[in-house]
């Protein structure tokens, strides 16, 4: 299918579902709300549980949190392809990956460009292959309040930190469909994607819809070759260079990059929910009773009054979202976890 329809069908609302179905596509999901049967209970198989020999592009994965998984996946025996757009960051990236490796090829790219993406995927299938993961992890941490931001800002923040999840989506989801070989998206979020950070409304709201896309992806994609991760880490030291020594915080104490997780070690736990297909991967424990009041507040505000079945009825379509007990009764099972 031609990316043009691809995009058309994902701006009406169709997404991944509109594009199975125009393709004819009749999966277990589909399949059974047709016939009107009791939804699946068990999670979506993770479609990729060997990644070796596979291959990987991810996003502004020349430092930081990016570089981290690129190292990860590359230590796991997969071909990356490591996005990049400052050449000096590049430089110091390239020899921190193991030897030997299956590969690592560096593209320049901005993934705001969508004849870009193209061109890029074009690459990583003559050079590689098929892509077997797609991990959108370019991002802009624009800390300006939602209420002072200049629309130049908002806009930058968008196109970067959403749209150009979106773009990467729609370039190679339906190459990913099409192969079926198993296959990931994972969208680099924050835990600001799961509680709203002071003085940053910006980041906090693209980052809220980056969550919401892989989950909306992942109720239109389960049953396919297909799945979605939204990877929400907390403290991160985003710096180029593991062993350079850091220097104090403030008062002597330890600075913020001292205390903060090792990117590698976030690298290895987005492998680890790739394997596991994982729709959220989480890092930080300590943001636990944070998230937990956040929802009790949602909760707490739910009306405590009857309603009417036929209401309910006609909205049966959002009442639930099957992929959440799914998901819970997925984490429930013993999981073996790889470490590099």
Same mark, same amino acid.
């Given at each position: 299918?031609? &990316?043009?329809?691809?995009?058309?069908?994902?701006?009406?609302?169709?997404?991944?579902?509109?594009?199975?179905?125009?393709?004819?596509?009749?999966?277990?999901?589909?399949?059974?709300? $047709?016939?009107?049967?009791?939804?699946?209970?068990?999670?979506?198989? =993770?479609?990729?549980?060997?990644?070796?020999?596979?291959?990987a592009y991810v996003t502004a994965s020349s430092d930081g949190i990016g570089l981290g998984i690129a190292r990860a996946l590359s230590r796991a025996g997969m071909k990356v392809v490591v996005?990049?757009?400052?050449?000096?960051?590049?430089?110091?990236?390239?020899?921190?990956?193991?030897?030997?490796? $299956?590969?690592?090829?560096?593209?320049?790219?901005?993934?705001?460009?969508?004849?870009?993406?193209?061109?890029?995927?074009?690459?990583?299938?003559?050079?590689?292959?098929?892509?077997?993961?797609?991990?959108?992890?370019?991002?802009?941490?624009?800390?300006?309040?939602?209420?002072?931001?200049?629309?130049?800002?908002?806009?930058?923040?968008?196109?970067?930190?959403?749209?150009?999840?979106?773009?990467?989506?729609?370039?190679?989801?339906?190459?990913?469909?099409?192969?079926?070989?198993?296959?990931?998206?994972?969208?680099?979020?924050?835990?600001?994607?799961?509680?709203?950070?002071?003085?940053?409304?910006?980041?906090?709201?693209?980052?809220? $819809? =980056?969550?919401?896309?892989?989950?909306?992806?992942?109720?239109?994609?389960?049953?396919?070759?297909?799945?979605?991760?939204?990877?929400?880490?907390?403290?991160?030291?985003?710096?180029?260079?593991?062993?350079?020594?850091?220097?104090?915080? &403030?008062?002597?104490?330890?600075?913020?990059?001292?205390?903060?997780?090792?990117?590698?070690?976030?690298?290895? &736990?987005?492998?680890?929910?790739?394997?596991?297909?994982?729709?959220?991967?989480?890092?930080?424990?300590?943001?636990?009773?944070?998230?937990?009041? #956040?929802?009790?507040?949602?909760?707490?505000?739910?009306?405590?009054?009857?309603?009417?079945?036929? #209401?309910?009825?006609?909205?049966?379509?959002?009442?639930?979202?099957?992929?959440?007990? #799914?998901?819970?009764?997925?984490?429930?099972?013993?999981?073996?976890?790889? #470490?590099?």
């Amino acid at each position: 299918m031609e &990316r043009r329809r691809f995009l058309g069908s994902m701006a009406y609302g169709a997404g991944a579902a509109g594009l199975l179905a125009s393709m004819g596509i009749s999966t277990p999901v589909r399949a059974q709300a $047709a016939a009107g049967a009791a939804p699946m209970t068990a999670a979506q198989a =993770a479609p990729l549980r060997d990644v070796r020999g596979k291959t990987a592009y991810v996003t502004a994965s020349s430092d930081g949190i990016g570089l981290g998984i690129a190292r990860a996946l590359s230590r796991a025996g997969m071909k990356v392809v490591v996005g990049y757009r400052n050449p000096e960051r590049l430089a110091k990236a390239m020899p921190l990956f193991d030897e030997p490796n $299956a590969g690592v090829l560096a593209i320049r790219h901005d993934v705001t460009d969508r004849e870009g993406w193209k061109n890029l995927l074009a690459e990583v299938n003559d050079k590689f292959g098929n892509l077997h993961v797609l991990v959108n992890n370019a991002g802009v941490k624009t800390l300006r309040k939602a209420s002072e931001a200049p629309y130049e800002e908002w806009d930058n923040a968008v196109a970067v930190n959403f749209t150009g999840i979106y773009n990467g989506v729609a370039t190679c989801l339906p190459h990913m469909l099409e192969h079926g070989e198993g296959a990931q998206i994972v969208t680099t979020a924050s835990m600001g994607g799961l509680l709203p950070g002071a003085q940053a409304g910006v980041y906090t709201a693209t980052k809220i $819809a =980056a969550v919401g896309l892989m989950e909306a992806l992942r109720v239109e994609l389960e049953g396919t070759t297909v799945g979605t991760s939204a990877f929400c880490p907390g403290l991160v030291n985003t710096q180029n260079d593991p062993t350079a020594v850091l220097p104090p915080g &403030r008062d002597g104490r330890p600075s913020m990059a001292a205390v903060a997780m090792d990117p590698l070690e976030a690298g290895e &736990r987005v492998l680890n929910g790739i394997l596991h297909n994982d729709l959220f991967i989480l890092t930080h424990p300590e943001f636990k009773d944070g998230m937990q009041e #956040r929802y009790d507040a949602i909760i707490a505000s739910v009306p405590d009054e009857a309603y009417p079945d036929d #209401r309910a009825a006609a909205e049966r379509r959002v009442l639930h979202a099957d992929i959440y007990p #799914r998901e819970i009764a997925h984490r429930r099972q013993p999981r073996k976890t790889y #470490r590099g």
